[in-house]
Each structure stands twice: as C-alpha cells, then as structure tokens.
C-alpha cells in the first residue's frame, strides 16, 4: 500500500482541494522551456486514494506522491519537465466515491478543457507589477504646476470650438471639454510626488502625455515629443488665432509651441525628470500608448497645416501625395485634391474627443488639402486609423517609440495600451504587432510592463508573447459594480438581479479569472473608477444618469460613502494590481466622460477618504500574500462575500501548511450579519488566532485591534451594515 492507502479513508470534501499557480503550488511559477517544475496538490486529510496530474498535450496520466500532512490537509506533488511549447493541465482525484477532476474553476465529474491550468514557458510579468498599488493621472486635471504652460483661450480651433483656458479649478466640466483645459501638467505631478508616496502609491500610470490638441489626449499629434502645454515652454508667440478665425495654420502662438525644438526638447527633459523623481522615492511610471490611431492634427498627417512651414518636419500626408507618410493612413483617393473647404459635423463632438464630421483646418490660399477622405477609428476624422499593413515604415516608426520611452534617459516602466484589439485590419496582423511590439519593449527594458485596454475575453493576447496583463473589466470592475451597486460602469443602466446578487458575484468571477494565467492575473490593473467610466462614488447613489441629461451636480447626490469603503477593501485584498483614479481617494464624484475628469479637490479633500485609502493601502502592502497569494472562497451569502488570500509555508516542512492569511469579509446589506467562517480552508490553524486589522461600517472605519479565536477551523464575526472587516492570522 502506498501513503495514502494507508489511511482510514474520511468522506470527500471537494472544497478542501486546492491548487493554482502561485509559488506554494507551481515551483518555479513562471518557467523557463525545459525547466523542471514542481506542481503541487492539496486535498482534504485521508480522503484520497490516488491524485494525478493529467496533461492535455501528453498521453497517459502522471501520479502524485505524497509529500506531508498537517492537521486537516494531505499535500501531494509531482514534477514534470517542460518543452518549449505551452502545457495545460488539470488534477485527477481517485476516492472512494469516484474520480473527480480539478481545474482552475474547482472539482468536477468531467475535465473542462477551457479551464485547465496552463504553463508558458518563458511568460514573466514584472515582479515588481504584481500586486503593485497604481494611481491612475489624467494629468490636465490633477495638478497645475507651471501656469506659464497653460493653454490659452482661442490659441487654436478644434472640433468647432476654440481652446479654452479654465480659470475655476473647482468647475465641473462641461458636456464636450476636449478643448477646455484646466491646466494640469508634469510638473504638478512631480509637485505631489511626496502626497503620493504617503499615500503609499508605487505605480503612476499618467493618460496620454504626448503632443495633442486636446484635453484627453488620445488623438496623439507627435509620438516623439511630450505636449510642451504638459511640459516646458521655452520659446513662444504672443497671440493665437485671431477673433472668428478658424484656421489654425494661422496661429503663430500654437505652432511655436508645439514645434519649437526648445519646447518638445525640454519637455521630453521634464518628464525624464519626473521619471527619475519617482524612481528615487522607489515608485514606477507606466505611460498611455495610442498605436491604432493617432490624430488628425498629427504630423504625419498635418490636416491643419501646422508643420507644414516649421523648421525640422516634413510634409504632412494630407497636404502632400508625396508626403513620405502618404502610406501611413488609407486615403481613398490617389491624388490630392486642391481644396480647402471643410465641412464640421452637427455638433462637432463626442464624449472620446472624436469628430464625426471634418475639423475646421486651413483655407484654400494656405494650404494644399481638402477633398481627400481618409480611414478614421469609428469614422471619427480626427482620429485616422493607421495604416499598419500597408506600411512597414511606420510599424517600424511605432516600434521604435515602444523602444524610446521605456529606455534611457527617460526609462519609463511600462506601456498602457489604448483600444489594442482594434489595432490592425484582421485578427491575424493584430496578433503580430502585438509579438513584435513586446519583443521590441523588453529588448530595451526587460522589466517593462506592457498592459492593454480591453473589455471581454482577452486570453488570446494573454498567451505569453503579446501582453502581459490588462485593466481588468471583466474580473473586477463590473462584477464589484454589479454587486454593490447594482449599477452599470457607465452609470447608463441599474439591474436589481445584480444588486448583492453573490451567485453571480461568484459566477463572474470565478470564469473570468480561469482566463488569466496566473501571471497576467496578478498584474491586472483592478480599478474601480477611471477615465472612461463614471467613478465609483457616484455609483453608489444607485441613479441612471450623465451630466447631459441629469446635471452634473446630481453625481454628488445621494452617495453612500460606507459602500464606497467596500469597494476599496476588496480592491486592496483581490487578486490583482489595485489602480486608483485620482481623486477618488478624496471623494470626488463625476458621471461617465467627461464628468468622471473632474480636477483633483485640493485644500477640499473629503480627509477621512484618504485616510481610509491610506490605511488599506498599507495593510495591502504590509502582507505578501496580498501580492502574490492564492484566492480561496470561504463564505457567500445574499449580500454578503468572504474570502481570503493565503500564502502557504515552506513547503516540504512540518509547517508547510501554516503561514499567511488574510481574510476580507464584505456584508452589503442593511443588517448586522454574525458570519461564521471557514478559515480552515485558507490553511488557519486551529491553535491560532485571527486579528482584525481594519473594520468598516455605515458610521466609519477604525484600524483597532480585535482578536477573535480559531474553534475546530472556524471563526465567528459579527459584521455591520454596509461594512466589512479584514482579518489576518496569528500563527506565528
């Protein structure tokens, strides 16, 4: 008889298996081809006559052998070696009920080959991106350190109206505020670098900060330059446009600033600034990279004339078929028109920045253009698609910018990576861009982080070769939305059946999270609120509503202030990168775009929110397994979530069952709930004891200390309406 044989046999309790690909149960967790590599099991104390690891792309199954037991659990091993091809794999349970199957969304009857665990072979995420605590900066708004940069009213045209200067930091913004600017820059940033650091940031993730003409700056006008509106202004011209003028090759004021290599130079200095300011307080800086379009603005393309006589660029595709650019966009015509006519769209704007209709450029006496219609993002012409299959120069272009800014002497961390599934005209080029874009990256900066932008099912780009994490919609955001508020990201639709809905709570997670690996899941950028979508606090009045057809004063009404404390005590203890937004950490409110872009409320904070962020932030960084550690589901209920993060000792020692664990409890509900908790399940041991680290309710929140006993793997807790707790053990 073998170990395991050996033993009196115990019913089978499914929810005492357990393994991922964390280190206690992968060793080494991210692994190089033909490593060998140790998978471990743990499944519940003499129910098990035979566990095996059973590989997908291997015929035949491979037993485990018994490596300890501690008091409730028996921990299996087996070590494989790898090639250099991808590997998945799931668990095989023989006891004396039958054959049951593990994967990644726990015990079943049957394999599911969707849900196996999965190994690539030389996948590495940035050690120092998992579980790193980001602060999200839309950087017009947060902090205004240089008023000499600003952007001054009717210093250019663009989507129908003039830029506009805002002189009431506190004024929300208005329903179409591409061009109205508050004033924000780098050096703001670098001004609040120390307010950061105590609040305990280690990530600065900054909205797009090249050359644009707008506040959001998504339609990107030089790749190679910071906006100097953003950066330095060295060398300037006293006037824009003139009154009623629309014609932006007019403006001297625009063109000195954003072409003068004074101004673009000591920018790009200015951010290599801020970058080596936040290495020195230990922090990283992560950027916006805009690669599907740029802008109609851009100087490749040049609609408006704005390089067209400046000293150091060439001619723009729009004014020129022979514009070495030409291929870089998928005009319709071969040959330029001579026509200076423009016509605006009806309204001139939407909530992205995008014109559906031709932005005012240039006159028929300035510029060579006009009638030459060209491929735009979603039809929106200030946003043209970049032509990437038709061009190799430019993919080359874009590769060398991916290089650039991750490099000396600027030696940013990482890519953040707008709309990148819409990159490309197929599938199949989206796929190789996005291969050569990371080699590219990590040539120049292994270290780097490349993180995308999207919504649904990335596990495609997930693979090990393209990205490496992405903002994590689909296994954080909406399903914490959903079931503390009931409400949808945008604020645009209210579902009951959500609302506190744990079943469902459960269900999407547990299925979008079997589509990371676990590399990629522990760099997920999980943010409750951001640029795109209405923020957080103001999802908590539980109100359908933008600024167009609510006001913006009505995103500040009716808040719950308890169920924003929620959101971030399962932000700051889920599996993932937790991202905030800025401002949230001071209560701002704000409907979706361009509401949710309210300016940082600084002198006006609401203090006790920050203070709140502040201590979840460092009980976030206080405790490992809140990194790196395994997810294990402990309780739900109507209303109700608990869970734990647990990091298993050594293992191969006496104590390999003991270690870290930190368990959230979440009640959302109007009553007390006394919850009894299965903590055994995290690895707690029954001569522990569980401390409170942080409690939360509808009259507060308090760090004090309570100590709660462990009886026969079990710890009671009484929990307050709209509260929580977070508990860590005490085993050591």
Partial sequence: MDFAEQQVRAPFQPEAVFSDGTEAFRSPCEPEAYDFVTLRLRVGKNQTIRASVVIRERAGRIDMTPEYSDERFDWYRAEIELIDKPLHYFFEIATEGGVFRYDRLGVMLSER????FRISPGFHTPDWAKGAVMYQIFVDRFCNGDPTNDVQTGEYFYIDRPAKEVTDWGRAPEACDVQEFYGGDLAGVIK???????????VLYLNPIFVSPSSHKY????YDHIDPH??????DAPTGLPEGDTVNAHSAQYIARVTSRENLEGSNELFAQLVAEAHRRGMRVIIDGVFNHCGSFNKWMDREGIYKNAEGFEDGAYGSKNSPFRSFFAFEKDAVARDGDSVGSADGCDADGGSTGSPAAVGPDDFVGGDDPYEGWWGHETLPKLNYEKSPKLKNYIMRIARKWVSAPYGADGWRLDVAADLGRSEEYNHEFWKEFRRSVKSANPEALILAEHYGDASPWLQGDEWDSVMNYDAFMEPVG????????????AREDLYDNEKAFDFAMRCNMARFQTSSLLTAMNELSNHDHSRFLTRTNRRVGRTESAGSAAADEGVNRAIMREAVMIQMTWPGAPCVYYGDEAGVCGWTDPDNRRTYPWGHEDTEMVRFHREMIRIHRAYRSLRVGSLVWLAEDYGLLAYARMLPGKAGTKNAGAGEAVITVINNTDCRRDVHLPVWLAGVKDSSRMVRLMRSSEDGFGAEAAIYPVRDGYVTISVDPMGGAVLKNLEY
């Fill in 219 to 222: 339609d990107i006008q030089d």
């Fill in 230 to 235: 953003f950066g330095v202004i060295v060398k």
């Fill in 113 to 116: 080959e969707t849900a196996c």
């Fill in 482 to 493: 959903w079931f503390l508020t009931g409400m949808e990201k945008h604020s645009d639709a």
């Fill in 192 to 202: 609040k670098l120390d307010y950061l650091q105590r609040l305990g940031i280690e």
